[in-house]
């Protein structure tokens, strides 16, 4: 009896697996019509897309699912959560993964058995070759003056900002004004104000016995030799600066003069009370 029984159901689970086999075979795989190529993008330059390309033979509809692995091995796929229209737009992701789908044939509330694309090798990578900076024009942000530097910028569109030293302009002496003519006896003097600042460079102007020039054109009486000093502008102004501070001494000495006058007072006092 038991043996008629498992012979039964033998018969019974064989009998199942058959119709379901003969259903499934009914609707007919999808084809795959062309396969991607491989995907090879440099990372920020836009996502790689990924398409699905199947047809099937029978009115009925296509369904996708799309599955990736981080290696090139077909039984190491996942399948990507809600990644199931035909095409798929990969994640930007420096590194190499391996991509694929299937594809079903749903047809009268049937499905087919599932086709698989190739494992479609996608790499997004860094990009390694070294910017080359496309500068806008230099823009002085701070201007040169006769003796100080001056500071000048120009930026790339990357962001990159370069800044470089603008060279003094030096001074720009007025021609030369004879203060002061050479004699046998004593030299002269010879003084250029900056059109600029208003510094003031003195020169002295050696007698040289040829003539007495009164014409400040005139090179000859400034042979090479001669001594020039120049007096830099402060803020306060070109002559200030050769000023003794008188101001300054009358501040330190009348406090201090009246501190003695003071303690001398008291030390009067005191002796006279020591007297009595
Ligand atoms: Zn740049
Ligand atoms: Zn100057």
Redesign the pocket.
């Known amino acids: 009896m038991k043996k008629v029984v498992s012979a039964f159901i033998l018969v019974l689970t064989l009998a199942c697996f058959s119709v379901v086999g003969v259903y499934a075979a009914v609707v007919e795989k999808p084809v795959i019509e062309a396969e991607m190529p491989d995907c090879y993008r440099e990372i920020g330059n836009g996502s790689i897309v990924l398409y699905a390309n199947a047809t099937v033979p029978n009115g009925g509809t296509v369904r996708y699912q799309w599955y990736v692995a981080d290696t090139e091995n077909m039984a190491m796929i996942h399948a990507i959560f809600g990644a199931e229209s035909d095409i798929y737009q990969v994640p930007e992701e420096i590194g190499v993964k391996w991509y694929c789908y299937a594809a079903w044939n749903v047809s009268g509330g049937a499905e087919s058995d599932p086709v698989y694309s190739r494992l479609i090798r996608v790499e997004y990578f860094e990009n390694t070759t070294a910017h080359i900076h496309s500068f806008c024009e230099w823009m002085v942000i701070t201007e040169p003056?006769?003796?100080e530097i001056g500071i000048k910028v120009r930026e790339c569109d990357c962001g990159v900002t370069e800044r470089a030293e603008v060279p003094a302009t030096g001074?720009?002496w007025d021609s030369g004004k004879i203060t002061k003519k050479p004699t046998a006896q004593s030299d002269g003097e010879k003084v250029y104000t900056?059109l600029?600042?208003k510094?003031i460079k003195v020169k002295t102007v050696k007698f040289s016995g040829i003539s007495e020039e009164s014409d400040t054109t005139n090179n000859t009486a400034e042979p090479d030799n001669n001594s020039e000093s120049t007096i830099e502008p402060t803020n306060i102004g070109s002559y200030e600066k050769t000023h003794f501070p008188w101001w300054l001494v009358a501040v330190i000495v009348v406090p201090v003069i009246g501190c003695i006058v003071i303690v001398v007072i008291l030390l009067v006092i005191k002796k006279q009370k020591n007297v009595r």
């Open positions: 003056t006769c003796t001074h720009n900056c600029n600042c510094a």
